[in-house]
Protein backbone atom coordinates (compact mmCIF):
# COMPACT_ATOMS: atom_id res chain seq x y z
CA UNK A 1 0.00 0.00 0.00
CA UNK A 2 1.39 3.72 -0.84
CA UNK A 3 2.56 5.57 1.86
CA UNK A 4 1.20 8.89 2.80
CA UNK A 5 2.80 11.90 2.58
CA UNK A 6 2.41 15.38 4.09
CA UNK A 7 1.77 17.95 2.94
CA UNK A 8 1.00 17.60 -0.80
CA UNK A 9 2.60 21.14 -1.55
CA UNK A 10 4.76 23.61 0.47
CA UNK A 11 6.22 27.01 -0.13
CA UNK A 12 8.67 28.69 1.21
CA UNK A 13 10.58 31.59 1.26
CA UNK A 14 14.56 31.41 1.23
CA UNK A 15 15.87 30.45 4.89
CA UNK A 16 12.94 29.07 6.17
CA UNK A 17 12.61 25.50 7.51
CA UNK A 18 10.43 22.83 6.38
CA UNK A 19 9.17 19.29 7.26
CA UNK A 20 8.33 16.91 5.28
CA UNK A 21 6.69 13.77 6.66
CA UNK A 22 5.63 10.34 5.08
CA UNK A 23 3.36 7.78 6.68
CA UNK A 24 2.90 4.02 6.03
CA UNK A 25 0.16 1.22 7.07
CA UNK A 26 2.65 -0.97 7.25
CA UNK A 27 5.71 -2.51 9.02
CA UNK A 28 8.59 -0.73 7.49
CA UNK A 29 12.11 -2.08 7.12
CA UNK A 30 13.57 1.03 5.18
CA UNK A 31 12.79 4.34 4.03
CA UNK A 32 14.28 6.17 1.17
CA UNK A 33 14.24 9.67 0.52
CA UNK A 34 14.52 11.30 -3.59
CA UNK A 35 14.07 14.78 -4.54
CA UNK A 36 12.74 15.34 -8.05
CA UNK A 37 13.17 18.65 -10.13
CA UNK A 38 10.65 19.12 -12.98
CA UNK A 39 11.43 17.57 -15.99
CA UNK A 40 14.03 15.42 -14.42
CA UNK A 41 14.50 11.83 -12.71
CA UNK A 42 14.49 11.39 -9.13
CA UNK A 43 17.54 12.19 -7.12
CA UNK A 44 18.35 9.84 -3.92
CA UNK A 45 18.67 11.82 -1.20
CA UNK A 46 19.05 9.34 1.69
CA UNK A 47 17.77 5.72 2.78
CA UNK A 48 17.11 4.97 6.61
CA UNK A 49 17.24 1.80 8.10
CA UNK A 50 14.88 0.10 10.83
CA UNK A 51 16.48 1.13 14.02
CA UNK A 52 15.13 4.95 13.90
CA UNK A 53 18.82 6.94 12.70
CA UNK A 54 18.67 10.04 11.80
CA UNK A 55 20.52 11.02 8.94
CA UNK A 56 21.58 13.94 7.16
CA UNK A 57 23.37 15.72 4.76
CA UNK A 58 24.31 19.62 4.75
CA UNK A 59 21.16 20.97 5.62
CA UNK A 60 18.75 18.15 4.93
CA UNK A 61 18.45 15.38 7.62
CA UNK A 62 15.49 12.67 8.35
CA UNK A 63 14.24 10.59 11.20
CA UNK A 64 12.69 7.10 11.15
CA UNK A 65 10.45 5.83 13.57
CA UNK A 66 9.72 2.22 12.84
CA UNK A 67 7.09 1.98 15.46
CA UNK A 68 4.90 4.75 13.94
CA UNK A 69 5.81 3.69 10.79
CA UNK A 70 6.43 7.25 10.10
CA UNK A 71 9.71 8.97 8.53
CA UNK A 72 9.99 12.74 8.40
CA UNK A 73 12.64 14.82 6.24
CA UNK A 74 13.96 18.11 7.50
CA UNK A 75 15.28 21.05 5.09
CA UNK A 76 16.87 23.64 7.23
CA UNK A 77 17.32 27.03 6.22
CA UNK A 78 16.02 26.20 2.29
CA UNK A 79 17.99 27.38 -0.67
CA UNK A 80 16.27 27.77 -4.07
CA UNK A 81 17.71 24.59 -4.79
CA UNK A 82 15.77 22.68 -2.65
CA UNK A 83 12.38 23.66 -4.87
CA UNK A 84 11.27 20.09 -6.18
CA UNK A 85 8.95 17.18 -5.63
CA UNK A 86 10.29 14.86 -2.71
CA UNK A 87 9.25 11.45 -3.20
CA UNK A 88 9.21 8.84 -0.08
CA UNK A 89 9.99 5.24 -1.06
CA UNK A 90 9.12 2.66 1.59
CA UNK A 91 10.44 -1.01 1.95
CA UNK A 92 9.01 -3.98 3.73
CA UNK A 93 12.30 -6.01 4.28
CA UNK A 94 16.13 -6.10 3.41
CA UNK A 95 16.77 -6.02 0.04
CA UNK A 96 14.05 -3.45 -0.11
CA UNK A 97 14.76 -1.79 -2.71
CA UNK A 98 12.90 -3.87 -5.26
CA UNK A 99 10.10 -3.36 -2.96
CA UNK A 100 10.19 0.11 -2.91
CA UNK A 101 6.74 1.51 -2.82
CA UNK A 102 6.89 5.57 -3.04
CA UNK A 103 4.49 8.13 -2.06
CA UNK A 104 2.50 10.87 -4.51
CA UNK A 105 5.10 13.26 -3.30
CA UNK A 106 5.64 16.98 -1.80
CA UNK A 107 6.01 19.87 -4.06
CA UNK A 108 8.53 22.27 -2.87
CA UNK A 109 9.14 25.84 -3.89
CA UNK A 110 11.44 28.23 -2.55
CA UNK A 111 11.05 31.67 -3.06
CA UNK A 112 13.72 34.50 -3.12
CA UNK B 1 29.75 8.41 -18.23
CA UNK B 2 28.62 5.61 -16.36
CA UNK B 3 25.09 5.78 -15.20
CA UNK B 4 21.60 4.82 -16.83
CA UNK B 5 21.20 5.21 -20.21
CA UNK B 6 17.33 5.34 -21.82
CA UNK B 7 16.27 5.83 -25.43
CA UNK B 8 13.78 6.98 -27.02
CA UNK B 9 13.63 10.62 -24.87
CA UNK B 10 10.36 11.08 -26.31
CA UNK B 11 7.62 9.14 -28.26
CA UNK B 12 3.98 9.34 -29.95
CA UNK B 13 2.23 6.05 -30.50
CA UNK B 14 -0.80 5.26 -32.02
CA UNK B 15 -3.27 3.04 -30.28
CA UNK B 16 -2.81 -0.43 -30.99
CA UNK B 17 0.94 -0.10 -31.56
CA UNK B 18 3.99 -1.78 -30.10
CA UNK B 19 7.38 -0.50 -28.86
CA UNK B 20 10.27 -1.43 -27.17
CA UNK B 21 12.10 1.11 -24.50
CA UNK B 22 15.48 0.47 -24.38
CA UNK B 23 18.04 0.51 -20.99
CA UNK B 24 21.64 0.52 -20.61
CA UNK B 25 23.90 1.00 -17.51
CA UNK B 26 27.52 0.17 -17.22
CA UNK B 27 27.92 0.25 -13.65
CA UNK B 28 28.17 -3.35 -13.17
CA UNK B 29 24.99 -3.14 -11.51
CA UNK B 30 22.74 -6.24 -10.78
CA UNK B 31 19.77 -5.32 -9.82
CA UNK B 32 17.55 -3.22 -12.46
CA UNK B 33 14.06 -1.96 -12.34
CA UNK B 34 11.10 0.61 -14.67
CA UNK B 35 8.68 2.98 -13.42
CA UNK B 36 6.18 4.59 -14.75
CA UNK B 37 5.25 8.15 -13.46
CA UNK B 38 2.00 9.53 -14.15
CA UNK B 39 1.52 13.28 -14.29
CA UNK B 40 1.43 14.49 -10.21
CA UNK B 41 1.74 11.28 -9.11
CA UNK B 42 4.46 8.75 -7.50
CA UNK B 43 6.65 6.00 -9.45
CA UNK B 44 4.81 2.71 -9.50
CA UNK B 45 6.94 -0.57 -10.23
CA UNK B 46 6.49 -1.95 -13.69
CA UNK B 47 8.51 -4.51 -13.83
CA UNK B 48 11.97 -5.49 -11.74
CA UNK B 49 14.90 -8.02 -12.46
CA UNK B 50 17.87 -9.45 -10.26
CA UNK B 51 20.33 -10.30 -12.75
CA UNK B 52 20.62 -12.03 -16.01
CA UNK B 53 17.86 -14.43 -17.10
CA UNK B 54 15.66 -13.28 -13.99
CA UNK B 55 12.45 -11.10 -13.74
CA UNK B 56 9.74 -10.52 -12.15
CA UNK B 57 6.83 -8.46 -11.87
CA UNK B 58 6.00 -5.24 -9.82
CA UNK B 59 2.98 -3.20 -8.76
CA UNK B 60 1.64 -2.70 -12.55
CA UNK B 61 2.56 -4.85 -15.21
CA UNK B 62 -0.46 -5.22 -17.64
CA UNK B 63 0.48 -4.55 -20.72
CA UNK B 64 4.23 -5.02 -20.58
CA UNK B 65 6.87 -7.35 -21.03
CA UNK B 66 10.30 -7.19 -20.39
CA UNK B 67 13.67 -9.56 -21.16
CA UNK B 68 17.04 -9.19 -18.94
CA UNK B 69 19.71 -11.42 -21.34
CA UNK B 70 22.74 -9.05 -20.54
CA UNK B 71 23.65 -7.51 -17.09
CA UNK B 72 23.83 -4.47 -19.02
CA UNK B 73 20.62 -4.09 -20.65
CA UNK B 74 16.78 -4.28 -19.57
CA UNK B 75 14.28 -3.41 -22.46
CA UNK B 76 10.74 -2.79 -21.64
CA UNK B 77 8.23 -4.02 -24.35
CA UNK B 78 4.88 -2.20 -24.73
CA UNK B 79 2.25 -4.36 -26.64
CA UNK B 80 -0.97 -2.91 -28.12
CA UNK B 81 -0.72 0.26 -27.03
CA UNK B 82 -3.19 1.83 -25.25
CA UNK B 83 -3.82 5.23 -23.70
CA UNK B 84 -3.74 4.36 -20.50
CA UNK B 85 0.17 3.60 -20.96
CA UNK B 86 0.63 7.62 -21.66
CA UNK B 87 3.03 8.56 -18.97
CA UNK B 88 6.93 8.77 -18.21
CA UNK B 89 8.87 6.32 -17.83
CA UNK B 90 12.07 5.78 -15.53
CA UNK B 91 14.85 2.32 -16.09
CA UNK B 92 16.66 2.04 -12.39
CA UNK B 93 19.57 0.33 -11.48
CA UNK B 94 21.29 -0.47 -7.69
CA UNK B 95 23.90 -2.52 -6.74
CA UNK B 96 23.65 -6.23 -5.18
CA UNK B 97 26.21 -4.84 -2.63
CA UNK B 98 23.87 -2.53 -0.83
CA UNK B 99 20.80 -3.01 -2.65
CA UNK B 100 19.87 1.02 -2.35
CA UNK B 101 20.20 4.27 -3.44
CA UNK B 102 18.54 3.59 -6.80
CA UNK B 103 20.23 5.34 -10.00
CA UNK B 104 17.83 6.66 -12.25
CA UNK B 105 18.13 7.15 -16.16
CA UNK B 106 16.75 10.42 -17.68
CA UNK B 107 12.96 9.19 -18.69
CA UNK B 108 11.32 8.50 -21.69
CA UNK B 109 7.87 10.94 -22.58
CA UNK B 110 5.72 8.27 -24.16
CA UNK B 111 2.26 9.17 -25.49
CA UNK B 112 -0.36 7.36 -26.57
CA UNK B 113 -2.68 8.35 -28.95
Known amino acids: QQPVQSPQAVILREGEDAVINCSSS?????VHWYRQKHGEAPVFLMI?????EQKGHDKISASFNEKKQQSSLYLTASQLSYSGTYFCGTGASSGSARQLTFGSGTQLTVLP | NAGVTQTPKFRILKIGQSMTLQCAQDMNHNYMYWYRQDPGMGLKLIYY???????DKGEVPNGYNVSRSTTEDFPLRLELAAPSQTSVYFC????????????FGSGTQLSVL
Open chain 2, 49 to 55: SVGAGIT
Open chain 1, 48 to 52: LLKGG
Open chain 1, 26 to 30: KALYS
Open chain 2, 92 to 103: ASTSAATNEKLL
